[in-house]
């Protein structure tokens, strides 16, 4: 067997078990197999490969067939054009959180000269994804990203290492921003928002091997903005800005319950490009 024949082969068992894009499901696992890129893949097409060789491939075709995410197989996804370290312990970034990440730096620039620090808590980081992109980007930034999971941290915790912000970047364990030192410029969270009755509608890669505590947000899926408000009322300074992700349809309800905890505050939507309420926006 040579690897066009694997490839074509690797994509008819992916497409059979109702898997989208099984083509470049096939490509990516293939690629990864190889250590190679898209374009030496297809330069090397008509290379034989035994069957000894290819277990390795058959056994990443298999473990995508029984819906474990391509990221969590390849130890690797892509978030803000960067590329980040996954495995189970994190929730995958999604690029509906690019919008929480442009939203924050649009503000930033414009409300904080270059060269004038500032502080920002991330919380609920997960694999740290948006910290570290903003840090990147925002290098006086000093940022506090927080998570319950010990185990989500030690992916953050690897990330950090890998785009070199591990000074930058304070890795806190606690719920939401009970662990901050002090009280901070900008709030980012990215929260769980999936109502309990829509977990087990899910998707299969998502229900049986990302982690449920990013997932589940109580029964209207607002439990967890519910517990962020109050601790948020006492730990962001005045001024500040809070930028919260939300799910299809919570637009109405988070901005009830922000105008509660800060009455004053100019409270926007901002949509994602499917014209879909994303983030709320809260200038205080």
Known sequence: MNLKEALYQAESIIAS?????????AELLLMHF?????????????????????????????????????????????FYGMDFYIDSRALIPRPESELLVETALEFIRQRFPSGVPFSIADVGTGSGAIAIVVALHLTQAEIYATDISSAALEVARINCCKHGV???VHLLLGDMLQPLPEPVDIILANLPYVKDSELPQLSPEIRNFEPIIALAGGQEGL???????????????????????????????????????????????????????????VQT
């Open 166 to 168: 591990e000074k930058q």
């Open 34 to 78: 190889l250590g190679v890129g898209k374009a030496e893949l297809y330069t090397r097409l008509e290379e034989l490969i035994s069957t000894s060789e290819a277990e390795g491939f058959w056994y990443l075709v298999q473990h995508r067939c029984h819906y474990e995410p391509t990221a969590y197989i390849l130890k690797q996804c892509q």
């Open 17 to 25: 078990q109702h898997i989208a894009d099984a083509r470049i499901e």
């Open 223 to 281: 439990e967890k903005v519910r517990q962020l408000l109050p601790q948020a009322k006492q730990k962001l300074l005045p001024g500040g800005l809070i930028l919260l992700e939300i799910g299809q349809g919570q637009g109405t309800a988070v901005t009830a319950l922000v105008r509660d905890y800060f009455p004053t505050g100019k409270i926007d939507l901002i949509p994602d490009l499917a014209g879909i309420d994303r983030v709320v926006r």
